[in-house]
């Protein structure tokens, strides 16, 4: 940079990440130049350079529907457009122009029945190191608005590796073929022999043909202690985002439309929607890194 104005810019561009004093020794010129030019100028150029941020943000927005903050925000600024910019600015900027992520409310069932036999042996412990060896499952209910039927069923199981929903079943009654439907997805997908397979006290994981079931399938049950929500909360948040990302996607009121959207939501979150922890979607992480 030749013209000062340009360096003056920069620095008031990068100031909120690095120190005044070491931009200003890399354009090298002087740091009363500099907060000179800023009482004179620093507001328009602010206005500039968040106006033209904000078209990145908005953009990134409007295309995940409202579902993502400034976490998700950062990281999507980076992986699709190269620009590297702190979640202060962006939480200012979002403020500035009055853009706010839907948050979802934070719940967990809290299923009380009592089970001695089968053992926590997940304990908490949602890391996995490859794919197919933990897996959480659990049922969860949606909204039908409009139809005799006031409720659709999905059963989901998730691979805690990257995440990702490996296997489900959607249906209108929440009894055992709506678990053995998702089990029999899953058998489709493949796991590894002794996979842990994690629920909560929910009467159909207590079933013993679904005891029975597992053991058929090569697979180690695990089970949350009674009452206890949290051991389980992997997949809850799962179920969580679903509920409040997916109405950003569409109004479904039927049965079929509701069965529609959440298949889109899931297919939506396996490939698309980024991970903060992965900071990419769970299949990229589990077709890149694994």
């Known amino acids: 940079m030749n013209d000062k104005e340009e360096q003056y810019a920069f620095i008031h561009a990068y100031s909120t990440q690095y120190p005044v004093i070491k931009l200003v020794e890399i354009t090298k010129v002087s740091r009363s130049g500099y907060y000179k030019w800023l009482k004179r100028n620093g507001n328009n150029n602010q206005d500039r350079f968040d106006e033209s941020l904000f078209l990145y943000i908005h953009k990134i927005f409007t295309d995940h529907r409202g579902t993502v903050g400034r976490k998700r925000i950062k990281l999507l600024l980076k992986k699709e457009y190269g620009l590297i910019v702190n979640e202060k600015r962006i939480s200012r900027i979002m403020r500035k122009y009055g853009i706010q992520c839907k948050i979802r409310r934070k719940r967990f069932k809290n299923r009380p029945q009592p089970n001695g036999i089968i053992t926590n042996i997940l304990d ?12 959480a499952i659990d049922i969860t209910y949606i909204e039908v608005k409009k139809s005799f039927q006031k409720w659709i069923y999905l059963c989901a199981i ?5 995440g990702e929903i490996v296997a489900y079943s959607i249906g209108t009654n929440q009894g055992m073929k709506l678990v053995y439907r998702a089990l029999d997805d ?50 809850e948040n ?9 109405l950003c996607f569409s109004q479904p009121e039927t049965v079929i439309e509701v069965r529609q959207a959440v298949e889109a939501y899931i297919n939506y979150y396996n490939n698309k929607r980024i991970q903060t922890k992965l900071e990419m979607s769970p299949v990229e992480y589990r077709t890149q890194v694994a």
């Not at 998730?158 to 990257?162: A, E, R, V």
């Not at 799962?238 to 997916?246: D, Q």
């Open 158 to 162: 998730k691979d805690l590796y990257n």
């Open 238 to 246: 799962f179920f969580g985002h679903l509920k409040c990302e997916m």
């Open 124 to 135: 908490r412990n949602f890391h996995a190191i490859r794919p197919g060896i933990k897996l």
């Open 186 to 235: 899953l058998k489709k997908r493949g796991f590894e022999k002794r996979a842990i397979l994690h629920s909560d006290q929910g009467t159909q994981f207590t079933n013993h043909r679904y005891m029975k079931r597992l053991q058929d399938m090569g697979i180690t049950q695990s089970m949350s202690r009674r009452g206890n929500c949290w051991d389980n909360a992997c997949i």
